[in-house]
């Protein structure tokens, strides 16, 4: 394990950002942004982040760590809504991987960043504090 930084911090993952009128907001104010991801997840609350542009940046992420780790396990802490934008994705991307473009792992995200999938992120979502596996080990087959 020498070498495997234990505290990276990665940009991508960083927390939703809802725009001016939202962010910062109580609580309260998710089901606002919710019924908005429910109608078009590629748009996004007045100056914030869409799912679709959330999804892409996570997916980087993904795709980074991929890059740097092997054998071995990454424990990925964000925030709720950022989380379950990535589960949703990741599921989305593991459930095509054998029909689904060059079959890279790029291609698999960029195949899933769709509004049918990302419309049901909600699916997702995280009590406070939970841990959950990304997604199951996927088998040779």
Request: glycine content about 8%; aromatic content about 6%.
């Amino acid at each position: 394990m020498a070498g495997i930084p234990l505290d990276q911090f990665l940009e991508e993952l960083r927390e939703r950002y809802f725009g001016p009128p939202l962010e910062l907001q109580s609580h309260e104010h998710y089901p606002e942004i919710w019924a908005i991801d429910a109608i078009d997840p590629l748009v996004g609350p007045d100056g914030g982040e869409s799912v679709a542009d959330v999804a892409i940046r996570v997916s980087e992420a993904i795709m980074q760590m991929e890059s740097e780790v092997q054998g071995c396990g990454v424990l990925v802490v964000s925030h709720g809504d950022t989380l379950q934008i990535l589960q949703t994705v990741t599921y989305a991307a593991l459930a095509t991987m054998s029909s689904a473009g060059d079959g890279t792992l790029a291609s698999l995200f960029a195949d899933a960043i769709t509004r049918p999938v990302l419309s049901r992120h909600r699916e997702y979502s995280l009590l406070t504090g939970e841990l959950r596996r990304l997604a199951e080990p996927v088998k040779d087959i």
